[in-house]
C-alpha cells in the first residue's frame, strides 16, 4: 500500500503536468487570436485561406521552394511569365512546369537562329545610311540596289551592242556633257571653259575640307561621349536588374521609365531603387503580391515572438486571452486535486 506522502507526491505530479497542459493550450490559444487579430485589421487572407506554416528549413544542396542548387529550369520561373503567374510556379505542376519550360526553350532557340540575320541587316544598313537621301530619290532601297546591280551586271558581262546602249542611257538620265565626254574619250580633255569650272569647284572644296574635317571630329567625339554614357547606363541597368531584390524589374522597368522622364522635365532626379519602388506600388498587379508578402512576412514574424516567450504569462499578448487562461489553469487544479 501507498503511504500518505507517496500519494501527495504523485498527486503533485499529476497536478503539475495538467497545469503545464493547459498553459501550453493558452498560450497557443493566443497564437492564434493575435494572428487572427491582425488579419482583421489588414482587411482579410488573401482568397480567404489563411498563410501556410512556416516551411521547413531547405535541407543540404538544397533552395527555398526550388530543389536542389544546379537543378533542371523548372526550379525556377521563366521571367517572360507576370509577376501573378511567377509567383504561384511552386505550386504549378511538375507536368506543366515542364512544358512551359519547354516552349521558353524553344522560342529562345528561334530568336538565336534569327539573330544573325538581324545582324547582318544592321551591318547593311550603315553600309547604306550615308546614301539615304540618294536612295530615298530613286524609289528606296531595294529598287535602287536592284538597278545598280543590272546596270553593273550588263557593263561587265553583256555584249558591246548591251553595253553601248546602257552608256547611252546613262548619259541621257544623268545628263552628261557629249562634248566634255568626247574630249576626254579622245585625249585632248575637257573644253577650257568647263575645265575652269571644275577647276573653282575643287578650290571652293579645299577651302572646305578643314571646317569639314573639323565637323567631322566633333560629331565623333559627341558620338563616342554619348556611346560611353550609353554603356555605363546600360551596365548600371544590368547590374540592378539581375540583383535579386528587384525580381519585378522586367515587369515594371516601361513604368521606371515615364516616372523618371517625368521627374527629368521637372528638374528633378530620381534613382533607379526610387523609381523601381513607385512603380511596383502603381502596378496592380505586383502591388497585390508586395503587399501578400508583407502580411505574411508579418504574421510569421508575431509567431516567432509568441514563440520566443512561450510560458512566460507576463509577455505582449498574454492578456489577450486572460480569462480563458485563468479558468484553464483552474479547472486543471480542481482536476488534480479531485485526482
Keep these: 500500500m501507498q503511504t500518505e506522502e507517496e500519494n501527495n507526491e504523485s498527486s503533485t505530479d499529476n497536478a503539475t503536468s495538467d497545469l503545464a497542459a493547459a498553459w501550453d493550450a493558452s498560450d497557443s490559444t493566443d497564437e492564434t487570436a493575435g494572428e487572427e487579430a491582425l488579419v482583421e485589421e ?132 544623268f545628263g552628261v556633257d557629249v562634248q566634255a565626254l568626247d574630249g576626254l574619250l579622245s585625249g585632248n580633255g575637257a573644253p577650257p571653259e568647263m575645265q575652269q569650272q571644275n577647276a573653282v569647284q575643287q578650290q571652293v572644296q579645299a577651302a572646305l575640307q578643314p571646317y569639314q574635317q573639323m565637323m567631322q571630329h566633333q560629331q565623333q567625339q559627341q558620338q563616342q561621349q554619348q556611346q560611353q554614357a550609353a554603356n555605363v547606363v546600360s551596365s548600371e541597368l544590368s547590374t540592378f536588374s539581375q540583383a535579386p531584390e528587384h525580381e ?25 531603387k526610387e523609381a523601381y519602388n513607385t512603380a511596383c506600388q502603381l502596378n496592380p498587379e505586383i502591388k497585390k503580391i508586395v503587399d501578400s508578402r508583407a502580411l505574411a512576412a508579418s504574421a510569421q514574424s508575431r509567431r516567432r515572438a509568441g514563440s520566443s516567450i512561450h510560458g512566460s504569462p507576463g509577455g505582449p499578448g498574454g492578456g489577450l486571452a486572460e480569462g480563458g487562461m485563468r479558468s484553464a489553469i483552474e479547472d486543471a487544479w480542481d482536476s488534480a486535486g479531485r485526482a
Excluded at 81 to 106: N, Q
Excluded at 121 to 136: I, N
Excluded at 256 to 264: G, K
Design 42 to 173: 489588414s482587411g482579410g487572407w488573401e482568397g480567404d485561406d489563411k498563410p501556410n506554416e512556416e516551411p521547413p528549413a531547405a535541407a543540404d544542396g538544397e533552395i527555398a521552394g526550388g530543389g536542389d542548387t544546379g537543378h533542371g529550369e523548372e526550379d525556377f520561373a521563366p521571367k517572360s511569365l507576370s509577376a501573378t503567374a511567377r509567383e504561384a510556379w511552386r505550386e504549378t505542376p511538375a507536368a506543366m512546369k515542364a512544358d512551359i519550360v519547354k516552349r521558353e526553350r524553344d522560342f529562345s532557340a528561334g530568336i538565336q537562329k534569327y539573330a544573325e540575320g538581324a545582324k547582318r541587316a544592321e551591318g547593311m544598313d550603315r553600309v547604306l545610311q550615308p546614301y539615304s537621301q540618294y536612295l530615298q530619290m530613286n524609289g528606296g532601297a531595294g529598287q535602287t540596289i536592284n538597278t545598280l546591280l543590272q546596270t553593273g551586271s550588263g557593263l561587265q558581262m553583256g555584249s558591246p551592242i548591251q553595253k553601248a546602249q546602257i552608256v547611252a542611257d546613262l548619259i541621257g538620265q
Design 248 to 272: 519585378f524589374y522586367a515587369d515594371v522597368r516601361m513604368q521606371m521609365a515615364d516616372i523618371m522622364d517625368m521627374a527629368a522635365n521637372r528638374g528633378q532626379q530620381v534613382g533607379l
